[in-house]
Structures are given as structure tokens and as C-alpha cells.
């Protein structure tokens, strides 16, 4: 990558960045905040920088000259191109080489592997990233120890660093409150003895007083979202599945190849049996458990974290159901425990050709500080223009009802995700987006829940580049019938190990160990 070497290029950067400073602040601003506070006072001579991006394939902009496309226009003296890759898309743009200069926010570790070494994203310098991004970079490792491990591939940087806040919390155990009174439980289940029990009753014992044997304890998302199915029987023993685990002797290893997984499988084939489990499990998705729920068939789940549950509760209040939240379940290892993803996230990434670029490079960084650290083009991005789009109530923003209503609206506008890919990363910017309700709730759910995440966090390893998807087939597959087949689990269990270190488990553990251990001699 180049370096910004050269006292033109420096000198007109430098005063480009802090024209607007000086003007407005009376000659008053610290150094931190002149050196980057954007405008394009100094650059209206200069032609506009181009910027091509596809940081969101979600909230899509409709057309090029939108409302907000045009405000960061004019703000930072850039021209945007809109890629528009979708989910579908966006990795067969890339690989026929329609690479934008920032890429989509939800790419996976796999995928940052994989461009990494194929030379299609941009090594960038953390001082750089420092030294222009300074006050978003404070945040961030205020509240994350190891910020820029995710993006560190063969020694270089990748991007700049994103927290999932709500990563950090945990999926949450939700009964249907009035089914835990009509069996005898004041509160919900705090073991996985317990929950036996609670499933138990939930099926034979007439919850819902209709007189009929059609309820069941639980169902899961087997269909959308296996890495989930039956997440709080796993993290009661400790583990999760599709994470890496610490072993005991130092060294890593899968959570779905342990001793724990074999014995939440036998335990889930034993409650399966037992008719315990819906039998559509195995078809059902995130939709319909909250269906089953809400139409009092199931009387437990434990798929959503706590803002999900949050915005769930006037549905199920709706249907008659107080939503009763667990501590998580204490299993054989004698600790309450609940699942969570973890806060880190794979890093915002970058084209190769920022790299040898350094005016857009630092353009781009100081208009990603700027959005993420002030308040005016903040709510602009994300939600629009005060009183067209949204109303600010006691400091919280509502939008208006058409923009909830119709997202056609807001995707005309240009507001979401699109356009500022760092969207509620920076706490600061979450009183915008949470009412003291809602962080209220937030707190008291959480309180006492001890998490399992995966030890090394989203980690760019190349071998896991290369069989993660296969071995994950492998696992959903086995997974399913060990719960309701008929072989012998043991047995089935060892087989299936052995089939899983073989077809590239054992080369992605041994990489993992050396990642966590050069990590560990780092830090010490």
C-alpha cells in the first residue's frame, strides 16, 4: 500500500480536512477534531471524488439521484456510484471483477478469507485508520479488548474494525408465563432437570386447559437457521456447536465434535422420543416457532435475544401470553449458560484499489468518522430528514408512519444502511434508536446470564475458507438424525467425528490452535 509520503498530497489533505474547523470554531478546535472535521470548503475547485459502494444489500437505494445520496454529495465533495449487489449477487459482481470501493457489511470471515488472498480487498494500516477515524476507533476499544484480530490476515490489517453490540448478549429461554403457573412453576426452569420436567408438563398435562394432548414443550429452527437449533441445550453443556471451544489441554477444538455435544444429541433423541420436541422441527423456521407460540401449541423457544423479545411482547400479550424470561439452564458443569454470536464482526472492508488511492482512502475514513460521530449527518443517513421522515420525541427517534409502512419510502430516500455501513456501532448514537424502555428491558433480562461464544471470534482462517460450508452439511445432516433416528448415538457419534477431522476439520482445529496460541504469546 502507499504511503502518504508525499508533502502535496499531505498538505492538501490536511487543509481540505480542517478548513471547516477553523472557520467555524474561532480557531478554538483540538487537533483530533479539526484534522477531521469534513468539508468541502477547500475542495470546491477540485472535482469530486468517486466512491463506488455496496456497503448494504438491504436497504438498497431505488434511484442515483436520492435525497441523501445528494446531501453526502455536497457534504464531502464525493460522487457515489451505487453498485446495488443483493444477497444473491453481490459475490458474482465481485468475482467477475466489479469490485466497489466498500463492500457489503454482512460479509463473512469466509468470504474476507478468501478476497484477502485473492487480491480483491485493500490492506489498510491501523495507524492510518487511528489517525483518521479517532474518535470512532476510542469507542470501539473501549468496549472490545481485541478489536482488530478479525481483520488480521498473514500479519496485515483488513478494514476497519465493527462491533455488533448486541452480539455481546445472549439468546434468551422464553416460556409462555401462564403455562409455568397452570403446571406449578412460579418461575421459569432454572436446570436442565428442570426444563425436563417443564417440557414434560408442557406436553401431557394440559397447559392450555383445551382438554386436548396437542401442545409441545419446544420446536427450532432447523429450516433457516441450524446453527440455532436447540442453542440453550447445547450452551447448557457448555458448548456451541458450529463455534470453536477451548479444550483442556490448550489447544482448540469444534464444539460439535465434543463429549458434550454427544450428550446434548442423546438427551435430545431421549426428549424427542419422549414427544417432548414437535416432530416439525425439522421443517419448522424462525416464523413459524413465533406462530406456534403465539397460537399457544408451543410453550417454549429460545432463538431471540433480548430486542427481539422486546419487540415481541405486544404480539404475545395480544395472544393472551406473559413472555416469562430464564437465566439460561444450568447443565453438567454446574454454571448457568446461555449462547451468544459475540460482539465482534467481520470489519468493513475495502476494494484493492483504495489501497493505491490514498485520497480516497482517506476520504472515505474520515466520511465514515464523520457519520459515525455526528449527530447532524447521523440521522440523516439512517433516518431521514427531521419531520419528513421521522419526528425526534424526548430525543428518541419515531418515523413516520408511511416509512414504516411502505419501505419503498425510504429506500427512495436513500436512508438505512446504505450509505453509512456503521450504523448503531457507536453507543453513543443508540439513543437515537432505544427507548430508556427498551435499555431497561435490556438490562433486566440479562442480568445474571453467563455466555458460551466461540473463543477465537470471527477469525479469517484459510482452511476454514475452504470446508466450513461442506463440514457444516456434514453436521446439520448427522445432527438431525441422531435426534430422531435409531442407531446407536455412541457410535454414530464417533463415526461422524471421524468422518468431520477427516474432510477438513482436523486441518481448520489445528489452524484455529495456532491463531489462539500466537494470540495468547502476543498478549503476554
Known sequence: MKKLSKLSLTL??????????????GGNESPTESANAPSNAANENEAPIVISTNASTWDIPTNDDNPTQKYLEERYNVKFVNMRGTDENFKVKVASGEIPD????????????????????????????????????????????NPWDVGMIDGKNYGVPRNWLNGSYGFIPTFNGEWLKAIGYNEPPQTIEELEDVLTKFRSNDPDGNGAKDTYGMSGRSKDVRVQLFNSIFAAHGINPYHFKLAEDGTITWGGITDEAK??????????????????????????????????????????????????????????????????????????????????????????????????????????????????????????????????????????????????????????????????????????????????????????????????????LESKAKYIANLNTQQDEFYVKAIIGKDDVDQAFEAFKAQWLKSGGQEMIDEATKVYQERQAAKS
Open 12 to 25: 492538501a489533505l490536511t487543509a481540505s480536512l480542517v478548513a471547516a474547523g477553523c472557520s467555524n470554531n
Open 102 to 145: 466498500i463492500f457489503v457489511h454482512n460479509a463473512s470471515e469466509a468470504d474476507m478469507s478468501n478476497w484477502a488472498r485473492q487480491g480483491v480487498i485493500a490492506e489498510i494500516s491501523i495507524d492510518e485508520i487511528k489517525q483518521y477515524m479517532p474518535n470512532y476507533v476510542k469507542h470501539v476499544e473501549s468496549i472490545n479488548p
Open 263 to 460: 450428550e446434548t444429541l442423546k438427551l435430545l433423541r431421549k426428549w424427542y422420543e419422549g414427544g417432548l420436541i414437535d416432530p416439525e422441527f425439522m421443517t419448522d423456521d424462525g416464523a413459524l416457532v413465533d406462530q406456534k407460540f403465539l397460537s399457544q401449541k408451543l410453550g417454549y423457544f429460545d432463538h431471540k435475544m433480548y430486542h427481539h423479545n422486546f419487540a415481541g411482547e405486544a404480539a404475545a400479550k395480544e395472544s393472551g401470553i406473559t413472555q416469562a424470561y430464564g437465566k439460561g439452564l444450568t447443565g453438567p458443569g454446574g454454571t448457568n449458560l446461555v449462547m451468544s454470536n459475540g460482539m465482534s464482526q467481520v470489519p468493513l472492508l475495502f476494494g484493492k484499489q483504495v489501497a493505491e488511492d490514498d485520497a480516497k482512502r482517506v476520504r472515505i475514513l474520515t466520511m465514515l468518522e464523520d457519520m459515525v460521530s455526528n449527530e447532524e449527518p447521523y440521522l440523516r443517513t439512517i433516518f431521514g430528514v427531521e419531520g419528513e421522515s421521522y419526528d425526534l420525541v424526548d430525543g428518541f427517534v419515531v418515523m413516520k408512519e408511511e416509512f414504516t409502512a411502505t419501505p419503498d419510502k425510504a429506500r427512495e430516500m436513500g436512508i438505512g444502511g446504505y450509505y453509512n455501513p456503521l450504523v448503531e456501532r457507536d453507543t453513543e448514537m443508540w439513543k437515537f434508536h432505544f427507548t430508556q424502555e427498551r435499555l431497561d428491558f435490556r438490562d433486566k433480562v440479562n442480568e445474571g446470564l453467563n455466555i458460551v461464544s466461540d473463543v477465537l471470534g470471527p477469525t479469517a
